[in-house]
């Protein structure tokens, strides 16, 4: 009978052991996620050029993105006025 529950005492904590890694896995994994996205937002500019609403990421360095922002104000202006 004690050997019984010392076996079930060593699967229980066994148990909720895996449980704590894998909660601070997926914990740092967010944290990740979240870091690239605030770095990504630190680095982005928005410029008007040619009546339009731009994104520049990362200007200066070898992987600079030049891209039309989406929602641009004023191609939403354009669309609502035709």
Do not use: A, W
């Amino acid at each position: 009978m004690k050997k019984l529950l010392l076996i079930i005492g060593i699967i229980t904590t066994l148990i909720s052991c895996g449980q704590d890694v894998e909660r601070d896995i997926e914990k740092e994994k967010i944290e990740r996620k979240q870091k690239i996205v605030n770095d990504f937002i630190k680095d982005t500019k928005v410029i008007d050029y040619d009546s339009c609403e731009y994104l520049l990421s990362d200007p200066g360095s070898s992987h600079t993105t030049f891209t039309h922002k989406g929602n641009c104000k004023f191609c939403e202006y354009r669309k609502l006025n035709k």
